[in-house]
């Protein structure tokens, strides 16, 4: 006979031990670990089903998804043109960020044009959910709300109503009764997802979960929540900031590292149809130690400004700091500087930020870092509407970058007259009335170029 077996599970990252740990040997966190009960399965003679043949991929006819729109442009962007039937998407982003706004408005907007939606709630009542959609002017008839924190009863919900989209707000609320666990521990979170799952392929019921996310910023499940859902969306942005940054980590219907951005104002979200002029609204005119850079976020070509900061280090070992960009990344940078470029850096302190929230990982960034590091080394501001796009390579030299056409005509519908490109690239596209392409080869010419001697 098996027999039932115990086993203490860290809710952080979903370590288990046999034996209650006061901190987690994987994360470090301390009391972390919860007693679940594993329940042994006894065998039980399986039926012979019918058998299903191999085929040739020849023979499977290929049919395009018909997506629903969800009445965001910005949104159907990040999603991959839209909703995907039968998807299971994962919402991710720290406490009001927020995701139940966002979803909110996403359902009233599909009830008013699909048909029904089931929003499901296991942190609010019915009535304050109704006093959120009066504020986001969501409220219509076809929108029905449900809070409860029983899975199998959300589930007779669905069989009962067909909705064409449900909401669980959040997974991290509900509980299966067939679990022993508490509601929110690793075992209820993986049980209820898996049941979400088949409940979305087997019925066909487009679902969107709602996850929190621990104080390291990954999704509380731990991450085996991400591998079980097909398009994981992260909510992004800084607590006292109006703007909003939607991302697409994983998308199996569309592609990955896309980004919608919003502004959180008193009627909601809204988005925003031209990030570039609203990350540099603020730019009055050039200043030293600030440079824009022609990046890209997926298929969407982005301008922003990278801002850097260098100073005498006061006494023991010189700080890098970088909001927004990866500091591997920053050092590297640091080092071609001063051994390609000739900046004695290694005594001072480095700081640098991309403003608007939006993280740079986008090699092409790399040549608008190293001239806002060097603008603010020789305090001395770059040309007036002068905007780079390049890599750096550890020689020195300025490498290719992917979409320089989109890139490009991004800066010129922004009015920069001065483009900074790499020069085995700058021949393959034409100087316009309004622009000047200029092919950089390396380091040191770009900043010749970029920041002249007065």
Known sequence: ???????????????????????????????????????????????????????PITAITGQELQRLSTGSAELDRVLGGGIVPASLVLVGGDPGIGKSTLLLSLAAS???????????????SARQIRLR???????????????????????????????????????????????????????????????????????GVSTFIVGHVTKQGALAGPRMLEHMVDTVLYFEGEGKSAYRILRAVKNRFGSTNEIAVFTM???????????????LSDRAKPVAG????????????????????????????????GRGVDLNRLLTLLAVLEKRAGLPLATSDVYVNAAGGVRLEDPAADLGLALAIASSFWNRAPLVSCVAAGEIGLTGEVLSVSHLKARLKECQALGFHQILVPK????DVRNSE??????????SQALAVALPRE
């Open 434 to 443: 309004k622009s000047a392409i200029l092919g950089i080869e390396n380091v």
């Open 424 to 427: 085995r690239q700058a021949k």
């Open 265 to 279: 104002e008193q009627s909601g979200l809204k988005e925003v149809a031209n990030p570039s002029q609203l990350f």
């Open 290 to 321: 600030a440079m824009v850079v022609a990046t890209t976020q997926g298929t969407r070509p982005l301008l922003m400004e990278v801002q850097a900061l260098v100073s005498p280090a006061a006494g023991g070992p010189p700080r890098r700091v």
């Open 1 to 55: 006979m098996a027999r039932d077996k115990v086993i203490y599970r860290c809710q952080e990252c979903g370590y288990g031990a046999h034996r209650w740990l006061g901190r987690c040997p994987d994360c470090g966190t301390w009391n972390s670990f919860i007693r679940e009960e594993q329940i042994a399965q006894t065998a039980q003679p399986v039926a012979p089903q019918a058998t299903v043949r191999p085929e």
């Open 110 to 124: 599909l009830a008013r044009e699909r048909g029904t939606v089931l929003y499901v709630s296991g942190e609010e």
């Open 133 to 203: 959609a009066e504020r986001l002017e969501a409220v219509t008839e076809r929108l029905l709300l449900f809070p409860e924190t029983d899975l199998d009863r959300v589930q007779a919900a669905v069989s009962e109503v067909n909705p064409c989209l449900l909401i669980i707000d959040s997974i991290q609320t509900v509980s299966l009764s067939t679990s022993s666990s508490p509601p929110g521990s690793i075992a209820q979170i993986r049980e209820c997802t898996a049941a979400l799952l088949n409940l979305a392929k087997g019925q």
